[in-house]
């Protein structure tokens, strides 16, 4: 079945490559000797492919298909794999030490017990990959073991796990000291960071979506158009940071220190901000219909054609607040103009 497939992939060679003489010669010699170091497999077809026990160190391999493939105990030494496709692939046991993995797809792949450490892998996408036994540029990882071994990352392999990929879903960061991190555009769903510090971070443009950040210091922190949705921000400390355009539908703001920041144009659709501290916000053109203000303090707020359709306002304080051309519960509101 190997030599048959790998025939397959000899008749079927990408269009294009630039020497299609060496590719073959480089074929031929992985399929008579299952070895080829150093080699050129750029944008080739391994797809289903049984490549166990391979010796395809140093090669490089920048845009190859390996989807499905059974890549065990393979040798990837120091190989060049930015934007290959390992999705599905079987990769136990494989020595990926030093590998280029930067933008490749490892989703379901398996990587028990593979060695990824001293790999390159900013953006690689390795979506429901198992992980068990595996040597990783943030330490051993065993969160994807099916028994008693399993061990969810500690907060110190979270955050090195974060640097290496750059995005890191439902990552355990609580009580990290992120200050002054440069985190813009990065994917943090469902991320733990409960009493994190973030002061003065940059997290423009990134998704921390459902993530938890209760408690967290955001101060002077750059939110700009950030995706907040049904995030819990309860009781943390905002003051001074820019969150204009962000998205925060649904989020938990209660009991939260809002003092000064800027949320002009945010949408707060049904978001919870009772008992918050908004005072000398400027909320302007944002979007709070269906929100909880119960109990909070908007004395000073900018107000300015702000929607505060269906709106609870109870106990609200709204001294010294702008309302010029907002939508109220009892209609326009021109008194701030």
């Known amino acids: 079945m190997k030599e048959l497939l790998l025939f397959l992939i000899l008749s079927q060679v990408l269009i294009g490559i630039s020497s299609a003489g060496d590719f073959e010669t480089n074929l031929l010699k992985l399929k008579a000797t299952n070895s080829c170091m150093n ?3 750029n944008g080739a077809d391994f797809i289903g492919v049984d490549l166990s026990n391979a010796n395809l160190s140093s090669s490089s391999l920048r845009g190859a298909n390996f989807s499905n493939a059974n890549l065990t105990n393979i040798n990837l030494n120091n190989t060049d794999l930015t934007k290959a496709n390992l999705t599905g692939a079987i990769l136990i046991k494989a020595n990926l030490k030093g590998a280029e993995l930067v933008l490749s797809l490892m989703k379901e792949t398996n990587l028990s017990s593979a060695d990824l450490s001293e790999a390159e892998m900013r953006f690689a ?35 090195l796990k974060l640097r290496a990929l750059k995005h890191c879903k439902d990552c355990n960061l609580e ?58 921000l309860s009781g943390g400390n905002i003051d001074y940071a820019n969150l204009s355009g962000a998205k925060l539908i649904g989020a938990n703001l209660s009991k939260a220190n809002l003092y000064g920041s800027n949320f002009n144009g945010v949408n707060l ?18 979007n709070l219909s269906e929100a909880n203000l119960t109990g909070a303090n908007l004395s000073g ?31 326009i509101e021109y008194s701030g103009c």
Not at 182 to 200: F, H, I, Q, T
Not at 269 to 286: E, F, H, I, R
């Open 39 to 41: 080699c050129d497999f």
């Open 125 to 159: 996408d390795i979506t429901k990959a198992t992980l068990c036994n595996t040597k990783t540029p943030w330490g051993r990882d065993n969160s994807g073991c099916n028994n008693t071994d399993r061990e969810l990352l500690d907060t110190t392999a979270s955050l």
């Open 175 to 232: 009580g990290a000291d992120l200050s002054y991190a440069d985190l813009r555009s990065l994917y943090l769903v469902g991320a733990r960071l409960k009493n994190a510090n973030l002061s003065n971070a940059i997290l423009s443009g990134a998704n921390f979506s459902k993530a938890n950040l209760g408690g967290a210091n955001l101060y002077g922190a750059d939110l700009k158009k950030i995706d907040l949705t049904s995030a819990d």
């Open 269 to 286: 659709t049904g978001a919870d901000l009772s008992y918050a501290n908004l005072s000398g916000v400027d909320l302007g053109y944002s």
């Open 301 to 331: 707020a900018d107000l300015s054609y702000t929607n505060l359709i269906g709106t609870n306002l109870s106990e609200t304080n709204l001294t010294g607040a702008i309302l010029c051309n907002t939508e109220t519960p009892w209609g």
